[in-house]
């Protein structure tokens, strides 16, 4: 089969590239690299490249109407203002640091910004959901999944797509945008986990929404990007010059170049001799465009 045409948007690899956010108001893409404790930045139509320095591992980022970032990290959530580089902290991680971090994020509709954990001993399904809420910080639930992943909402925000990466699950759950509540929780999909399969396509990873309501998600070591509808059927399958996608986000002037982000961290020296560009930013144009992030709102 043949592959789709990419574009390199930046040359240098990450480690573990996590996090493609669209700024639609800087005509920016942003992303972090985990396990390199930064947060990037890049102006597609000039190659003009920024990064800020973290503490610890960055996971999420969410736009705040001032334009500036909150980022999740490991030791809790901050407020970096991209101009002068200032961080402000917002609130502390919630959970035990040697075992825990926060991992995948994003915005609900009404402004509120959600954050899943990543419980690394990945011997029992102890992650949790967290959400920010006008400053504050609260515990949606506990348990269920070991690597959260995968946040997404329907157009209407009545749906709420999750990803559990360890057992390569997809769910949705009823969603109330004015309340944060979920409910009625149901897998949509869930892939192979037999790694040794020929057909082994990976697990899912990072994910967004398009303008038509389909849901795209990065699979990691399947080397491919999923559309897929939102009762879990496939549309689409992108093949990719990387084994180890991690994110995805609709950018551009028309939000029709689907931006993904991708891992080098730890893959052998096989996979990145086959793989020369895992670890770099992507780009490729598609047919449907996506649809503009909420931005995570301070007070309504």
């Known amino acids: 089969m043949a592959m789709d045409k990419f574009e390199v948007v930046h040359d240098a690899p990450m480690l573990v590239g996590e996090a493609a956010t669209w700024h639609e108001v800087e005509s920016a893409l942003y992303w972090v690299d985990i396990n390199g404790h930064t947060v990037n930045r890049v102006h597609p139509a000039s190659g003009k490249y920024s990064y800020w320095?973290?503490?610890?591992?960055?996971?999420?980022?969410?736009?705040?109407?001032?334009?500036?970032?909150?980022?999740?990290?490991?030791?809790?959530?901050?407020?970096?203002?991209?101009?002068?580089?200032k961080e402000t902290p917002i609130a502390d991680?919630?959970?035990?640091?040697?075992?825990?971090?926060?991992?995948?994020?994003?915005?609900?509709?009404?402004?509120?910004?959600?954050?899943?954990?990543m419980y690394e001993p990945r011997d029992k399904p102890a992650a949790e959901m967290y959400v920010?809420?006008?400053?504050?910080?609260?515990?949606?639930?506990?348990?269920?999944?070991?690597?959260?992943?995968?946040?997404?909402?329907?157009?209407?925000?009545?749906?709420?797509?999750?990803?559990?990466?360890?057992?390569?699950?997809?769910?949705?759950?009823?969603?109330?945008p004015a309340t944060g509540v979920h409910s009625n929780g149901r897998t949509i999909k869930t892939f192979s986990?037999?790694?040794?399969?020929?057909?082994?396509?990976?697990?899912?990873?990072?994910?967004?929404?398009?303008?038509?309501?389909?849901?795209?998600?990065a699979m990691f070591e399947g080397g491919?990007?999923?559309?897929?509808?939102?009762?879990?059927?496939?549309?689409?399958?992108?093949?990719?010059?990387?084994?180890?996608?991690?994110?995805?986000?609709?950018?551009?002037?028309?939000?029709?170049?689907?931006y993904i982000t991708s891992a080098s961290h730890g893959r052998s020296a096989e996979e990145l001799a086959q793989y020369p560009l895992s670890g770099k930013l992507l780009a490729i144009r598609v047919d449907v465009a996506g649809r503009e992030e909420p931005e995570y709102l301070h007070h309504r």
Request: charge should be negative; aromatic fraction near 8%.
């Open 53 to 85: 320095k973290m503490g610890s591992e960055p996971s999420a980022l969410a736009i705040d109407g001032d334009n500036n970032l909150v980022v999740s990290t490991r030791t809790g959530l901050i407020c970096l203002n991209t101009t002068s580089g």
């Open 93 to 117: 991680a919630p959970y035990d640091t040697s075992i825990v971090r926060f991992n995948d994020g994003r915005v609900d509709p009404a402004g509120r910004f959600w954050i899943g954990t």
């Open 132 to 176: 920010l809420e006008q400053g504050q910080l609260r515990r949606a639930w506990s348990g269920g999944m070991t690597n959260s992943n995968g946040l997404a909402w329907s157009l209407d925000g009545r749906t709420m797509f999750h990803a559990d990466t360890t057992t390569h699950r997809i769910d949705c759950y009823d969603y109330d």
């Open 193 to 217: 986990t037999d790694k040794s399969a020929p057909d082994y396509g990976g697990r899912p990873d990072g994910a967004t929404v398009d303008s038509e309501g389909a849901y795209w998600v």
């Open 224 to 258: 491919r990007v999923l559309r897929m509808s939102p009762s879990g059927e496939i549309l689409r399958e992108i093949l990719l010059p990387v084994r180890c996608p991690t994110s995805v986000a609709f950018g551009g002037s028309d939000l029709r170049t689907l």
